[in-house]
Structures are given as structure tokens and as C-alpha cells.
């Protein structure tokens, strides 16, 4: 059964203070890991795929990477404007559709 | 394009009454998933399409949920008789795959208080 796991659950950052955020899955073939941003009251928002190992993507403060067994969001230099919940989704080689982790609820002290 | 377009945005009703989301996916996207969000359980599928066609459906708790795709511009997720333990946040989804990854597109979801 395909899993993925993300941590921590929540991250509390001031203003510029870079962090990372994780996912591990467990999937048999990776054909895709994907992150998504949640605001309040609104749907997941795509973010980025992934698709193989030592890729990277980069979307202005964000950067997600991929090991084999994880991937990381990098968030460097945090506005307000980044809180949000950010989910990550993984879908195997037996798939298309992706199983989601249950996400990390981000805030950024101003 | 304007998304995937859900109503209502919120539903209000007594147990034992029947509630219907309802979903508009994207123009040409060819599959179309129905998702509940809990805090105590994150987000789970529940039904997908795949051409107007039911592919999955395990993942509906109970009889009491059905789902339906007449058209390629239109589904529902119908409860009948709602509980107390269906509220949630439903989501629908629409893709377009093409034999290959492609992002969900989310609507913004119908919040679901049955009381």
C-alpha cells in the first residue's frame, strides 16, 4: 500500500528564517511526487512534480528536491504571504492517482 | 478557464436528510475525483471517473454516498441520510491525463455541518 508521510505536522518560522518541510513515501515505482499549497477555505493548490531522483524545482522562495525515499520543500527567507498548508502527494507505477500525506501547517511571524 | 467550480460553497442540514454537492470540472479534462478532508484523517478519495465512467469507488464509506457523471461538464456526490459524522470538507478534482502525471485541480470545496 502506497504512503506517504510528512513532518513536522506544524512549523512556526519568523519572517526570514529559512526551514525545510519533508515527505516520505513509500510507493512501489514513483511516477510522480507532487506539492501542493492549501490556504484557508480554499482547494490545494499545484505546486510543483517531481518526477526523478536529484530533480529540483524552484517557484520563487520555494525549492523541492527528491531522493529516493524523500522529498523536501526548502523555503528560504519566509514572508507572511507563505503561510499556508502544504501537501504532498505521491503516485505510483501501479497509478496515476496520487495518495496525498496529511500536510504541514505553516505560519510566518512577521 | 475559471477552475473547477463547486456548490454550494457551504451546507447546513439536520440528520437524516439528503445532501448533493455538486461539481463543474475543467473544459477537456478527462478525470474527475471526489475527495473528503477531515483534520482527524486528512484528505481521502473517495470516487474517481475517468470519461464520465466510475472507475474506483472503494473508497465511499457507505451506501448511504453515491456518486454520479452524466456529462463530461458535470458530477454530484449525493448522501442519503446524511449523519453527523459526514461533516467534512468535500473537494472535487479535475485532470487531464493523457497516460501520463498530471496535477489535480481543485475546486474550493462545499463545508458539510449535519447536525
Known amino acids: 500500500e502506497d504512503q506517504v508521510t510528512q513532518s513536522p505536522e506544524a512549523l512556526r518560522l519568523q519572517e526570514g528564517e529559512s526551514s525545510s518541510l519533508n515527505c516520505s513515501y513509500t510507493v512501489s515505482g514513483l511516477r510522480g511526487l507532487f506539492w501542493y499549497r492549501q490556504d484557508p477555505g480554499k482547494g490545494p493548490e499545484f505546486l510543483f512534480t517531481?518526477?526523478?531522483a536529484g530533480e529540483e524545482k524552484e517557484k520563487e522562495r520555494l525549492k523541492a528536491t527528491l531522493t529516493k525515499k524523500e522529498s523536501f520543500l526548502h523555503i528560504t527567507a519566509p514572508k507572511p504571504e507563505d503561510s499556508a498548508t502544504y501537501l504532498c502527494a505521491a503516485s505510483s507505477g501501479g497509478s496515476y492517482i496520487p495518495t496525498f500525506g496529511r500536510g504541514t501547517s505553516l505560519i510566518v511571524h512577521p | 478557464d475559471a477552475g473547477v467550480i463547486q456548490s454550494p460553497r457551504h451546507e447546513v442540514t439536520e440528520m437524516g436528510q439528503e445532501v448533493t454537492l455538486r461539481c463543474k470540472p475543467i473544459?477537456?479534462?478527462?478525470?474527475l475525483f471526489w475527495y473528503r478532508q477531515t483534520m482527524m484523517r486528512g484528505l481521502e478519495l473517495l470516487i474517481y471517473?475517468?470519461?464520465?465512467?466510475?472507475?474506483?469507488d472503494s473508497g465511499m464509506p457507505e451506501d448511504r454516498f453515491s456518486a454520479k457523471m452524466p456529462n463530461a461538464s458535470f458530477s454530484t456526490l449525493k448522501i442519503q441520510p446524511s449523519e453527523p459524522r459526514d461533516s467534512a470538507v468535500y473537494f472535487c478534482?479535475?485532470?487531464?491525463?493523457?497516460?501520463?502525471?498530471?496535477?489535480?485541480?481543485f475546486g474550493n470545496g462545499t463545508r458539510l455541518t449535519v447536525t
Open positions: 517531481l518526477y526523478s
Open positions: 471517473f475517468n470519461n464520465n465512467v466510475p472507475i474506483d
Open positions: 473544459s477537456g479534462h478527462d478525470y
Open positions: 478534482a479535475s485532470s487531464f491525463m493523457q497516460g501520463d502525471n498530471s496535477p489535480l485541480h
